[in-house]
């Protein structure tokens, strides 16, 4: 069975950086597109940013700027640097790992890393 699986979410004050991590076990086929969502508290799931195979980087606007999405290929995993850190950043980050570029390509979410900036 396919597991996505975050980590490094924190509490961190206003200003700061963390960096969160998505690894994949249980296969070793190359995610097409992986990426990163975030949902904070009564508000629904939202993009932060997108990397494909080609290396092709997509950002949402409140995150531009501030975040850098990189991958280790070799290792099918994704990073998300958060710097600037911002009280409205706060929220459950969701990696999503998918196998192709059609809307019904298999794809797995992983679990969410919480990640608090606190004012």
């Known amino acids: 069975q396919v597991q996505v699986m975050e980590s490094g979410g924190d509490l961190v004050q206003a200003g700061g950086s963390l960096r969160l991590s998505c690894g994949v076990s249980?296969?070793?086929?190359?995610?097409?597109?992986m990426g990163w969502y975030r949902q904070a508290p009564e508000k629904q799931r939202e993009l932060v940013a997108t990397?494909?195979?080609?290396?092709?980087?997509n950002y949402a606007d409140p995150v531009k700027g501030r975040f850098i999405i990189s991958t280790d290929n070799a290792k099918n995993t994704v990073y998300l640097q958060m710097n600037s850190l911002k009280p409205e950043d706060t929220a459950v980050y969701y990696c999503?790992?998918?196998?192709?570029?059609?809307?019904?390509?298999?794809?797995?979410w992983g679990q969410g890393t919480q990640v608090t900036v606190s004012s």
């Open positions: 999503n790992m998918k196998w192709g570029v059609a809307v019904e390509s298999p794809n797995v």
């Open positions: 249980g296969s070793t086929a190359r995610p097409i597109i």
């Open positions: 990397i494909n195979s080609r290396g092709t980087i």
